[in-house]
């Protein structure tokens, strides 16, 4: 079955640090998505990637997706407290539009 | 736009009561997810719809969940009789085919005593 894990599965940064979560999929990805979800939140998107090699980056946050469409890794350049939640990585599911999301890495960041 | 609405967006019930959560999707949508959230499991799709057809329903955990959708604008998951093993996050989203990504809703937190 599909199976979308991503480690690590938490992460304790002091503040201005940089933070990588790596997303790994069993099978070939279409494309893949990433969502954030702030504690006591719900998750938000972020970006989708679609090419292989693709790297898309969104000010200190830099999206990666491999050659092989297998994985993907979201990368954060000096931290700040505003970085604090979890991330997910999802994937395309058995259906046209349905996603199956990663297992999620948590974002701690100390001041 | 008001985004996804859930309500209520705290319930405490007691074991063996019927729960019933709802979902009111942005407008324009044609997907519609539910979603529960734990530590132990993570975020599992239960089941979602498309056009107001359920179109994959796997993940529902057992015949005590139904969920259904009625009209465009609105969905609801039921738990009939409800556990303290179904204590979670449930979340509601929706997209359509043109922007594959999903919106989520603020979630609704189920605790069954």
């Known amino acids: 079955g599909q199976q979308v894990m991503q480690i690590p599965q938490y992460q304790h940064v002091q503040e201005g640090e940089d933070f990588t979560t790596y997303c790994n999929s069993s099978?070939?990805?279409?494309?893949i998505q990433w969502y954030k979800q702030r504690p006591g939140g719900h998750p938000v998107f972020l970006i989708q990637?679609?090419?292989?090699?693709e790297v898309k980056k969104q000010k200190r946050l830099t999206f990666q997706f491999g050659e092989a469409k297998k994985n993907s890794s979201l990368h954060i350049t000096a931290t700040q407290t505003t970085d604090v939640g979890t991330y997910f990585c999802?994937?395309?599911?058995?259906?046209?539009?349905?996603?199956?999301f990663g297992t999620g890495t948590r974002l701690t960041v100390i001041p | 736009d008001a985004g996804v609405i859930q309500s209520p967006r705290h319930e405490v019930t007691e074991m063996g009561q019927e729960v019933t959560l709802r979902c009111k999707p942005i407008?324009?949508?044609?997907?519609l997810f539910w979603y529960r959230q734990t530590m132990m499991r993570g975020l599992e799709l239960l089941i979602y719809?498309?056009?107001?057809?359920?179109?994959?329903d796997s993940g529902m955990p057992e015949d005590r969940f139904s969920a259904k959708m009625p009209n465009a604008s609105f969905s609801t998951l039921k738990i009939q009789p409800s556990e303290p093993r179904d204590s979670a996050v449930y979340f509601c989203?929706?997209?359509?085919?043109?922007?594959?990504?999903?919106?989520f809703g603020p979630g609704t937190r189920l605790t069954v005593l």
């Open positions: 989203a929706s997209s359509s085919r043109s922007l594959l990504r999903q919106f």
């Open positions: 099978t070939t990805l279409s494309n």
């Open positions: 990637l679609v090419k292989s090699g």
């Open positions: 999802a994937g395309p599911g058995t259906g046209a539009n349905n996603l199956f």
């Open positions: 407008s324009g949508h044609d997907y």
């Open positions: 719809f498309n056009n107001n057809v359920p179109i994959d």
